[in-house]
């Protein structure tokens, strides 16, 4: 029998209009700056390559940009990243960006790029996986850090790869190189946006290929591994401190 996998979606959900107005904005000044400065930690070898997904429409610009940088952008698949109808969505590009000298047609086959232990531990996935938060959050060891892709869904990381664990010391490390890039080429904010998100309380559950994250300020959804039984992780000073799951214990 065949593992059922949800279209790949993102939802999510203000907890007020306050919130929503307060945030909204740093989120979309923080997703733009990790952007450049992931082609920046490229052109500056703290990373051999990135991947991003790029809007079709913005396919040439953004490879004249990144040719600034002395980089190329290699399109490798195209991706329905909604189910609106055509005529009404953007198409994007799964891109794979290098500098030409570290170009080879194998880096096209990664599924991540990042420390040697945050590669073998995405090689012993499963093929069909579609996300490994749930092992990356058990694998942790104390509070999930600077190295969390937690939010990566919104858009919001430090760090462009998979990493094994949320307290993964490699990817600790590399999260702290993007940090004092941000700081030389003027991003400061937009890291600071970030460490701040990584540092708030969260429940986390999925159920039947949905992943649901509850925070302060939002919650959002996302597809995930379908699973027959609720999984859950917690990280809260104050359990009050955020609200309650759409995923309810049965009793």
Same mark, same amino acid.
């Given at each position: 029998?065949?593992?059922?996998?949800?279209p790949?979606?993102?939802?999510w959900?203000?907890?007020?209009?306050?919130?929503?107005?307060?945030?909204?904005?740093?989120?979309?000044?923080?997703?733009?700056?990790?952007?450049?400065?992931?082609?920046?930690?490229?052109?500056?070898?703290v990373?051999?390559?990135?991947?991003?997904?790029?809007?079709?429409?913005?396919?040439?610009?953004?490879?004249?940009?990144c040719?600034?940088?002395g980089?190329?952008?290699?399109?490798?698949?195209?991706?329905?990243?909604d189910?609106?109808?055509?005529?009404?969505?953007?198409?994007?590009?799964?891109?794979?960006?290098?500098?030409?000298?570290?170009?080879?047609?194998?880096?096209?086959?990664?599924?991540?790029?990042?420390?040697?232990?945050?590669?073998?531990?995405?090689?012993?996935?499963?093929?069909?996986?579609?996300?490994a938060?749930?092992?990356q959050?058990?694998a *942790?060891?104390?509070?999930?850090?600077?190295? #969390?892709?937690?939010? =990566?869904?919104?858009? !919001?990381?430090? @760090?462009?790869?998979?990493?094994?664990?949320?307290?993964?010391?490699?990817s600790?490390?590399?999260?702290?190189?993007?940090?004092t890039?941000?700081?030389?080429?003027g991003?400061?904010?937009? *890291?600071?946006?970030?460490?701040?998100?990584l #540092?708030?309380?969260? =429940?986390?559950?999925? !159920?039947?290929? @949905?992943?649901?994250?509850?925070?302060?300020v939002?919650?959002?959804?996302?597809?995930?591994?379908?699973?027959?039984?609720?999984?859950?992780?917690?990280?809260?000073?104050?359990?009050?401190?955020?609200?309650?799951?759409?995923?309810?214990?049965?009793?």
């Open positions: 029998m065949s593992i059922p996998v949800l790949n979606f993102v939802r959900s203000w907890a007020s209009v306050k919130a929503r107005e307060a945030w909204a904005p740093k989120f979309a000044n923080a997703r733009h700056g990790m952007t450049v400065l992931e082609r920046l930690a490229v052109a500056e070898s990373v051999p390559h990135v991947f991003q997904y790029v809007p079709a429409r913005d396919l040439t610009t953004d490879a004249k940009r040719l600034e940088y980089l190329i952008l290699v399109p490798l698949t195209e991706h329905d990243m189910k609106r109808p055509t005529h009404q969505r953007p198409n994007f590009y799964h891109c794979l960006i290098t500098r030409p000298d570290n170009y080879h047609p194998h880096l096209a086959t990664l599924r991540t790029e990042g420390p040697v232990c945050c590669q073998i531990a995405d090689s012993l996935r499963n093929n069909e996986s579609v996300d938060t749930y092992e959050l058990g *942790t060891k104390g509070r999930p850090g600077l190295a #969390s892709t937690l939010w =990566r869904p919104m858009g !919001l990381r430090l @760090i462009p790869h998979q990493p094994c664990s949320y307290s993964c010391e490699s600790i490390q590399r999260a702290k190189d993007i940090i890039l941000a700081e030389k080429h991003f400061k904010d937009a *890291t600071d946006t970030i460490q701040e998100v #540092s708030w309380p969260f =429940r986390y559950s999925r !159920l039947f290929g @949905i992943t649901e994250v509850v925070t302060p939002i919650r959002f959804y996302f597809r995930t591994d379908w699973t027959p039984t609720l999984e859950k992780y917690e990280v809260a000073d104050e359990p009050k401190a955020i609200p309650m799951t759409l995923f309810r214990s049965p009793k």
